[in-house]
C-alpha cells in the first residue's frame, strides 16, 4: 500500500471512511505537523473526528496555538469544501463542543455518537468512550497520581522530541514506552476494552470505533470488533476503511520524506457482512 509523500505534488490515497482521535490542539504535545501531513496525502468519504480534538482544558490554563494547529482546522474544513462529509464527535477535553450536538459548524456536523455502516455491511458504533472511565474500577487517588505522571511525561516528550528532530531521528513517546512497560497501565487498558465492548454487544452492532485511551487496537474479542484509531500525541495513528470495507489501522510517524509509504501498525483485517440491523446508519 503505497502512498506519496512528495511535498508540494501530493498524490492522497483515497479511502472510503478515515476515523482519527485525540488530536488535543491547543497542547505543546500534540503532533499537529505529522497530522497535517497525513491529512494532506489522505483523503475519504467520510471523515470522523472522534474527540479530544481540541484540549479545551489547557487551552483555559495556557493559550497555545500556533500556526500548524490552525493549519490542522482549515485542512478538515478544505476536505469539507471539497466534497468529504466530516462527522465531529466531542470528547471530554472538548466537551465544550457538546452543547452544539446536532448542528453543523463550517459544513462539520457535531454529535454524541454515530453508527457506521462498512462497505461490507458492518454495523460500528462511534463513541469517543470517556464515558467508559466510570465502569473501569481504579482507585481515585491511583487514578491522579496516574494522570499526573502522564502529564509530564508527554510535556517531558515535547523537549525529547526537540532533541530527536535535531538528529534527524524519528518521533518517540516516552509515555507511551512507560504505558508499555506498566503492568497497571496495560490492567486499565484491558477493562476499558471490556467495557466498551460489553457495551457494544449490549447494543447489537457488529463492532465499536473508540479512541480516549492513546491505545490503536484493531481486534475481534468473542464476536465483535474493537477499533481504537489511537491519538496524535504518542502514536500519531489512524483507523482506515477500504472502498471494499477492510479496516486498518495506520501510524504516520516519520517526518515528510519522498516517497515513503505509511507505516501499518495492524493488517488490513476483513469485516465479513452479517445481517442488516435495524439501527440506521451513517456512511
Known amino acids: 500500500m503505497n502512498s506519496s509523500r512528495i511535498l508540494g505534488h501530493p ?37 470522523y473526528l472522534v474527540g479530544d480534538i481540541f484540549d479545551g482544558s489547557q487551552l483555559a490554563r495556557s493559550w497555545y496555538w500556533p500556526q500548524s494547529h490552525n493549519d490542522v482546522v482549515q485542512k478538515i474544513l478544505r476536505k ?26 463550517g459544513g462539520v456536523l457535531v454529535c454524541s455518537e454515530a453508527m457506521h455502516r462498512t462497505a461490507s455491511g458492518q454495523d460500528l458504533w462511534v463513541v469517543h468512550g470517556d464515558a467508559f472511565d466510570a465502569a473501569v ?29 535535531r538528529m534527524g531521528a524519528a518521533p518517540w513517546s516516552l509515555a507511551a514506552a512507560i504505558k ?25 452492532v457488529d463492532g465499536v470505533v473508540c479512541g480516549h485511551i492513546h491505545t490503536p487496537a484493531l481486534k475481534t474479542v468473542d464476536g ?34 519522498p516517497a515513503a509509504a505509511p507505516v501499518r501498525t495492524g493488517a488490513a483485517l476483513p469485516v465479513p457482512a452479517r445481517s442488516m440491523l435495524a439501527t440506521g446508519a451513517s456512511s
Open 80 to 105: 469539507v469544501r471539497k466534497g468529504s462529509e466530516v462527522i465531529y464527535i466531542p470528547g471530554n477535553h472538548d466537551e465544550g463542543a457538546r452543547a452544539f450536538v446536532e448542528l453543523t459548524f
Open 11 to 47: 498524490n492522497p490515497r483515497r479511502y472510503r471512511t478515515i476515523w482519527i482521535s485525540d488530536v488535543h490542539l491547543g497542547t505543546r504535545a500534540c503532533r499537529a505537523d505529522l497530522l497535517l501531513d497525513f491529512l494532506r496525502h489522505h483523503d475519504a468519504d467520510v471523515i
Open 180 to 204: 508499555r512497560n506498566s503492568r497497571r497501565v496495560a490492567a486499565y487498558i484491558e477493562a476499558y476494552e471490556h467495557a466498551v465492548i460489553a457495551e457494544a454487544r449490549r447494543r447489537e
Open 224 to 257: 465483535i470488533l474493537y477499533c481504537n484509531d489511537g491519538d496524535w500525541v504518542e502514536n500519531c495513528s489512524a483507523l482506515v476503511e477500504h472502498m471494499d470495507g477492510r479496516l486498518e489501522s495506520l501510524s504516520w510517524l516519520k517526518a515528510p520524506q
Open 137 to 165: 474500577k481504579f482507585s481515585p487517588l491511583l487514578a491522579w497520581v496516574g494522570s499526573q505522571a502522564y502529564d509530564l511525561a508527554t510535556a517531558a516528550n515535547v523537549l525529547i522530541d526537540h532533541a530527536r528532530v
